[in-house]
């Protein structure tokens, strides 16, 4: 590691944009329990605290943490769950390397499992009922930690229970366009078991598809040739490589909206309004069970039917037939069918956040907000407590500075520690319910580090258009690990990036979707997000997520085997999100460039006029008011730049600086609109709501496009086309209007 | 006036909080055009700056003001509404008086006039369909001002074009329970014509109500009793008293929603989405015209049937009878039916705003934003022009000031002249949704003075709490009009007040419904909203508003003869809004007491305490979580209160004070839930959204339970109260958490 010699040159190079060098830094206060009494003083982002914290982050007490962390399993409301909830607590609370204060926000929500006392089961059965094979969805213990009363057998969370019987079909993906293809293959779906592998559509949409098409339960496995590049036998798989062994099977929630899903809107209060549970939205409509692709073989190997296409293949030893049924001369016999007991049971359980909070010293009515979610599946070494160790270790570092009355930040710090977010992101989206108006109005931005190591390969990270400045910043002044004496970012550029109109070739940052704790910060309050990972090399895989993935395979032993042996990407990680946290959180101006939205706004316009616009041509919609509010919200962002370089060449007031900052903060609540996308539970972001037209321009203007298309001359669905766009150009005009100068009223 | 004398009085006994005092005055910028170079100096309010701007509001210029407003009739979007604009323009931009800038913003909007080929009639017709009686609803040329082409013919904007017969039935105001009641008595109003009152419902609500019961045309005119306190000769009413004259005609919008009709939540620019005419919601459902009591009582002192009972008697030459249809023996036959013919004609109009900036010294991030409309049904001399008479005088003191160096305000100041208010508050709603994030995020408080003075006898204020103590601060340091030698508050408090638990006996404020355009800042933005004007002595009379309002009758003469002869009321109006709006503007700590909440909280609590808790007790919903909620707010309230008065007693830091600042501009924003009732347009504060339940609580909660109640234990209208419940004590805890000290995360 080259530290100091990367900071040296990153300074010159980084898109710090010379604040430290202009401004320089001012004394800091020394006594940890005094709050900063003068606050006139410019403070910037303190490079020696910087440099510092960079290398206190400890792979081995990353490795530490993990041990101790994934020692067990801790699935949401258990109480090794519990139990870590009390060690945050602890670590938090250290009078050495504590923070100002921690505490626990608790919840009472509804969750899903399996019922202890019958598991779920597939079985094959004959004409008379009697049972001719029976499957049993349970991992085999391998290393010796996937059994015992801890290990939650694998199931398909918020599947309601039944016991449907039918013949079985194989339906690919279980997307809407498997189950068409099906139906004209003259295949009655009606009253079938369909059995469809991970990947593509969504847990939940593949039994909300099924069950438009008459489908009576749904099985879903993991094909080897989607998570293990083909690889299948035992001595291929882990413990002996990374891949997914015969018997693993992928958990997770098959609920359709994230949040506790009784309580929408609402945070989950013992007291507080519930839906009935019975007619709550969202929940899959039929029995769903999840199995192992061991199983999946002795069904799939065994149908009868129409080859299935090319592109539904799979990596299992057999050409995949269609069904419905089993095929002469197989494993079963013609008439079998499949029976599939589910006896999933909803409960009401606590479940807790913890935060670990550092005051502000300045602007303590700041918020940067650091959060990953604390439950798995089953140990969860990667999936969350890789995440978690960062999360520690970070916190350590911090506290440590912060005991020793070193540093305080500008700002204010959330160490957020997520409950119950494998059913649903729901202690994290519980949370923005009940401090909504609080977090609104002071986050600057939120931080994710959920997995925090994939694989070992390169940085990615995913964010809003404004955070990509600030991860660039601390990812050009960390050495990557490994020999490559490169920085992360040269690094990252090598396998990930884009060619921007605006930069060049950079590192691509990913968008957000609804995949962990980030969603309800991005989609419901309109904070600046991001989330931060390492992760594969995609010319050595094709994985579509790491093989172990919700397994009982995902342990320690796996991470120190396969995903991380020395930390050094968990070590890099830390630095990139510390490096980014305290970038936040002390730099005078904050780290946020607006203007890098400019970038997406071009690419939707762009796409809606080559795609779209000749079809709304001819339903009078025109284009043109969308066009002049990107150019105004140009206009503004670059404006507000120059603004701000012209402040950073004086010395700029900190009233002058907070009016600014707080444009910058703002910018993303200007997306938002509660009344665009009314049946979308919380997405109100009017650029990242999720999109399903096929045209990658603003969501709403695809998907109404979409469901217009093929539709009248003046019909319902061609107004809505018009309704969405009008929004979306309210919502830009009114971004533009949050960065021009605030006295241009 | 001694107005040295009152504020010298006033300063000890006021609720200044010893601002002045304490802090002392800086040097104020000299230059107009130079910004604030140095923005850290405390700057608070200049009493000598106050003082002169006190002194030099001057009722004489209001008075010139007024005659150029009411020379011509200007009604929305018409060519003097127009020239108006300009007039507006003119002053703001004046070399010597003007404002910083001024500019127009402007809508197409959808409005509804009479045809002007077809006026509208009522006619007495027989059953061959030969008209024996026609009835033009048309004013009579009292004073020379009741004609020509400017003056619009009396009419019921938005009613839906269509000529109904049928028998006349007289349905007191038109509330449901009126026309219950007549249907109770064995009357069948299927087809008939229903001729209603002025009051109690709105003119909408007539007309939904009447359509509900099967009516086919509503009349409505204004009853003697309601608006002259009888009076009903020419002899005894306009130009001989301030009383209605027997052909005055009440206009207004009939429209349910405010904003323009086709373009909800949207700008109603060119290009915006508009929803079908034919099926927008909100419009009256049947053909309306309002008529004058000189015509109703032809008709309803010739109607059949049973007596009406007492409290539908009004004060025409007759006992009122309920029909349906003429008496025998009276001036039409008993088989005469009543045609009502409307030729209202919907069109597109462009309609301005016209906004005057004056751009803050210090915090130009701030905006105090103060409006009236303009736009009048005739020549509107009190309804708007007193209002804009008023904000044009004050914008010439403060603008005087301003183009002398003499003053700049701490925050920027937005004036603004509204168009199509008397259609719906059209252009400050559509200048709300253009608007949105930056008058939400900036916005500290709005005021609103449409009609200044109703009549001369005492102040009247309406706002949200938190600006109860900045008008009282106000009217407790200007002396009222007249010879009593009080100041306004001393005065007011003699004919409109109260027992506050806190402070004792003071003067009432009311609260804002939809009456003018304060109501899309604070019921769809949340913002800090008051309404300020002087109004009558009630001992002296009964009107339901002042008798010429919305008719012909409202001229110069009007005014000059009986409602203010000296405009002493209109400048103790532009006195007290003028000290608010300079106390807003430049108060180092906003001037806004959040913990005068507490009052509206605990009222609105014990109601729900008294009339509701058994009742819901029932259904299993428990008030604790609500009364908790409320103490948790009164808590944040108090520490707030007690932060702020440390800070004064320091030199506080200009950041420490915006962050406080920050909270009281919030609170507000802290009751928006834009989910609380998605089928009340525009409205989403929870704590003031239109309340037809009849306990006085929590309108949500009202609301529901008026609608749960008689229907099953665990109904939906059960589930709704308890949602609204948790909506109210979640909206409760956000806005305490919103006050609570900024680091306590």
Same mark, same amino acid.
């Given at each position: 590691?080259?530290?100091?010699?990367?900071?040296?040159?990153?300074?010159?190079?980084?898109?710090?944009?010379?604040?430290?060098?202009?401004?320089?830094?001012?004394?800091?206060?020394?006594?940890?329990?005094?709050?900063?009494?003068?606050?006139?003083?410019?403070? $910037?982002?303190?490079?020696?605290?910087?440099?510092?914290?960079?290398? %206190?982050?400890?792979?081995?007490?990353?490795?530490?943490?993990?041990?101790?962390?994934?020692?067990?399993?801790?699935?949401?409301?258990?109480?090794?769950?519990?139990?870590?909830?009390?060690?945050?607590?602890?670590?938090?609370?250290?009078?050495?390397?504590?923070?100002?204060?921690?505490?626990?926000?608790?919840?009472?929500?509804?969750?899903?499992?399996?019922?202890?006392?019958?598991?779920?089961? &597939?079985? &094959?059965?004959?004409?008379?009922?009697? &049972?001719?094979?029976?499957?049993?969805?349970?991992?085999?213990?391998?290393?010796?930690?996937?059994?015992?009363?801890?290990?939650?057998?694998?199931?398909?969370?918020?599947?309601?229970?039944?016991?449907?019987?039918?013949?079985?079909?194989? =339906?690919?993906?279980?997307?809407?366009?498997?189950?068409?293809?099906?139906?004209?293959?003259?295949?009655?779906?009606?009253?079938?078991?369909?059995?469809?592998?991970?990947?593509?559509?969504?847990?939940?949409?593949?039994?909300?598809?099924?069950?438009?098409?008459?489908?009576?339960?749904?099985?879903?496995?993991?094909?080897?040739?989607?998570?293990?590049?083909?690889?299948?036998?035992?001595?291929?798989?882990?413990?002996?490589?990374?891949?997914?062994?015969?018997?693993? *099977?992928?958990?997770?929630?098959?609920?359709?909206?994230?949040?506790?899903?009784?309580?929408?809107?609402?945070?989950?209060?013992? /007291?507080?309004?519930?839906?009935?549970?019975?007619?709550?939205?969202?929940?899959? @409509?039929?029995?769903?069970?999840?199995?192992?692709?061991?199983?999946?073989?002795?069904?799939?190997?065994?149908?009868?039917?129409?080859?299935?296409?090319?592109?539904?293949?799979?990596?299992?030893?057999?050409?995949?037939?269609?069904?419905?049924?089993?095929?002469?001369?197989?494993?079963?016999?013609?008439?079998? %069918?499949? +029976?599939?007991?589910?006896?999933?049971?909803?409960?009401?359980?606590?479940?807790?956040?913890?935060?670990?909070?550092? !005051?502000?010293?300045?602007?303590?009515?700041?918020?940067?907000?650091?959060?990953?979610?604390? $439950?798995?599946?089953?140990?969860?070494?990667?999936?969350?407590?890789?995440?978690?160790?960062?999360?520690?270790?970070?916190?350590?570092?911090?506290?440590?500075?912060?005991? +020793?009355?070193?540093? !305080?930040?500008?700002?204010?710090?959330?160490?957020?520690?997520?409950?119950?977010?494998?059913?649903?992101?729901?202690?994290?989206?519980?949370?923005?319910?009940?401090?909504?108006?609080?977090?609104?109005?002071?986050?600057?931005?939120?931080?994710?580090?959920?997995?925090?190591?994939?694989?070992?390969?390169?940085?990615?990270?995913?964010?809003?258009?404004?955070?990509?400045?600030?991860?660039?910043?601390?990812?050009?002044?960390? #050495?990557?690990?490994? @020999?490559?004496?490169?920085?992360?970012?040269?690094?990252?550029?090598?396998?990930?990036?884009?060619?921007?109109?605006?930069?060049? &070739?950079?590192? #691509?940052?990913?968008?957000?979707?609804?995949?962990?704790?980030?969603?309800?910060?991005?989609?419901?309050?309109?904070?600046?997000?991001?989330?931060?990972?390492?992760?594969?090399?995609?010319?050595?895989? /094709?994985?579509?997520?790491?093989?172990?993935?919700?397994? =009982?395979?995902?342990?320690?032993?796996?991470?120190? +085997?396969?995903?991380? @042996? $020395?930390?050094? #990407?968990?070590?890099?990680?830390?630095?990139?999100?510390?490096?980014?946290?305290?970038?936040?959180?002390? /730099?005078?101006?904050?780290?946020?460039?607006?203007? $890098?939205?400019?970038?997406?706004?071009?690419?939707?316009?762009? =796409?809606?006029?080559?795609?779209?616009?000749?079809?709304?041509?001819?339903?009078?919609? /025109?284009?043109?008011?969308?066009?002049?509010?990107?150019?105004?919200?140009?206009?503004?962002?670059?404006?507000?730049?120059?603004?701000?370089?012209?402040?950073?060449?004086?010395?700029?007031?900190?009233?002058? *600086?907070?009016?600014?900052?707080?444009?910058?903060?703002?910018?993303?609540?200007?997306?938002?609109?509660?009344?665009?996308?009314?049946?979308?539970?919380?997405?109100?972001? *009017?650029?990242?709501?999720?999109?399903?037209?096929?045209?990658?321009?603003?969501?709403?203007?695809?998907?109404?496009?979409?469901?217009?298309?093929?539709?009248?001359?003046?019909?319902?669905?061609?107004?809505?086309?018009?309704?969405?766009?009008?929004?979306?150009?309210?919502?830009?005009?009114?971004?533009?209007?949050?960065?021009?100068?605030?006295?241009?009223?």
């Amino acid at each position: 590691m080259q530290w100091v010699k990367v900071v040296g040159l990153g300074v010159g190079a980084a898109a710090l944009l010379g604040l430290g060098i202009i401004l320089g830094h001012f004394a800091i206060p020394k006594g940890a329990e005094q709050p900063a009494s003068s606050t006139s003083d410019p403070q $910037d982002l303190d490079l020696e605290i910087l440099k510092t914290v960079m290398e %206190q982050l400890d792979a081995s007490r990353i490795q530490e943490n993990l041990r101790e962390l994934a020692r067990q399993p801790h699935l949401a409301s258990s109480p090794r769950d519990e139990a870590l909830v009390q060690l945050l607590l602890q670590r938090w609370r250290d009078q050495v390397s504590g923070l100002d204060s921690a505490r626990t926000v608790e919840y009472e929500v509804l969750l899903s499992f399996p019922s202890p006392e019958r598991p779920n089961l &597939v079985e &094959v059965v004959g004409p008379d009922g009697a &049972v001719r094979h029976s499957y049993l969805p349970k991992e085999e213990n391998v290393t010796g930690e996937q059994e015992g009363p801890d290990v939650v057998q694998p199931y398909a969370a918020y599947a309601p229970p039944g016991t449907p019987q039918g013949f079985l079909v194989y =339906a690919n993906h279980g997307t809407e366009d498997d189950f068409k293809y099906l139906q004209d293959q003259g295949i009655n779906l009606q009253g079938t078991i369909a059995l469809t592998r991970y990947g593509v559509a969504g847990r939940g949409a593949k039994a909300v598809n099924a069950a438009r098409h008459g489908v009576a339960g749904v099985l879903v496995y993991t094909d080897p040739g989607d998570i293990n590049d083909g690889r299948s036998l035992p001595n291929e798989t882990f413990p002996y490589s990374w891949g997914l062994p015969p018997s693993g *099977v992928e958990r997770g929630s098959y609920h359709e909206y994230f949040g506790d899903p009784v309580t929408p809107y609402l945070p989950a209060h013992p /007291s507080s309004f519930r839906l009935n549970w019975d007619n709550a939205s969202g929940f899959p @409509p039929i029995p769903a069970q999840p199995i192992s692709f061991q199983h999946a073989e002795d069904l799939l190997c065994n149908l009868q039917g129409p080859r299935a296409p090319e592109s539904w293949q799979g990596a299992l030893s057999c050409e995949y037939q269609l069904g419905p049924g089993f095929k002469q001369g197989g494993k079963f016999t013609e008439d079998s %069918q499949v +029976k599939v007991s589910v006896h999933n049971l909803l409960v009401l359980r606590n479940s807790s956040n913890v935060l670990g909070i550092i !005051r502000g010293a300045v602007e303590p009515d700041r918020y940067v907000v650091y959060g990953n979610h604390r $439950d798995s599946w089953v140990h969860g070494a990667v999936d969350p407590s890789s995440g978690t160790a960062v999360l520690l270790e970070i916190s350590r570092v911090l506290g440590t500075l912060l005991k +020793k009355g070193t540093w !305080r930040p500008r700002r204010s710090i959330m160490f957020a520690s997520w409950g119950a977010e494998e059913f649903g992101l729901i202690g994290s989206t519980e949370f923005t319910e009940e401090f909504f108006s609080k977090l609104q109005e002071r986050t600057v931005a939120y931080i994710n580090v959920d997995i925090s190591v994939f694989a070992n390969a390169t940085l990615r990270g995913q964010g809003t258009p404004p955070v990509q400045n600030v991860i660039f910043s601390a990812a050009k002044e960390i #050495s990557s690990p490994g @020999p490559s004496g490169l920085t992360i970012y040269d690094n990252w550029i090598r396998y990930i990036n884009r060619s921007s109109p605006v930069y060049g &070739v950079i590192p #691509s940052i990913g968008t957000l979707g609804a995949g962990s704790d980030y969603a309800p910060f991005v989609h419901f309050l309109g904070i600046s997000s991001m989330d931060l990972a390492y992760t594969y090399d995609r010319s050595k895989t /094709s994985a579509r997520i790491y093989p172990t993935y919700h397994t =009982a395979f995902d342990t320690l032993e796996y991470v120190e +085997k396969f995903v991380d @042996p $020395d930390f050094s #990407s968990h070590q890099a990680v830390a630095r990139v999100a510390g490096s980014v946290l305290l970038r936040l959180s002390d /730099s005078f101006f904050l780290p946020l460039k607006v203007s $890098d939205y400019s970038e997406t706004l071009q690419s939707f316009l762009q =796409a809606a006029q080559q795609d779209l616009s000749a079809l709304l041509e001819q339903h009078s919609i /025109s284009l043109g008011p969308l066009v002049t509010a990107v150019e105004k919200f140009e206009a503004a962002a670059t404006g507000l730049g120059q603004r701000i370089s012209d402040l950073q060449k004086g010395s700029p007031d900190p009233l002058q *600086v907070r009016m600014v900052n707080d444009q910058l903060m703002l910018l993303e609540r200007a997306f938002l609109n509660p009344r665009a996308f009314p049946e979308e539970r919380y997405y109100s972001h *009017v650029l990242w709501a999720p999109r399903t037209g096929s045209v990658a321009t603003f969501p709403g203007l695809a998907n109404a496009c979409s469901r217009a298309n093929n539709t009248n001359l003046g019909s319902e669905e061609w107004a809505e086309v018009h309704r969405q766009l009008s929004i979306v150009v309210a919502a830009l005009e009114g971004a533009a209007d949050t960065l021009r100068p605030v006295d241009d009223l």
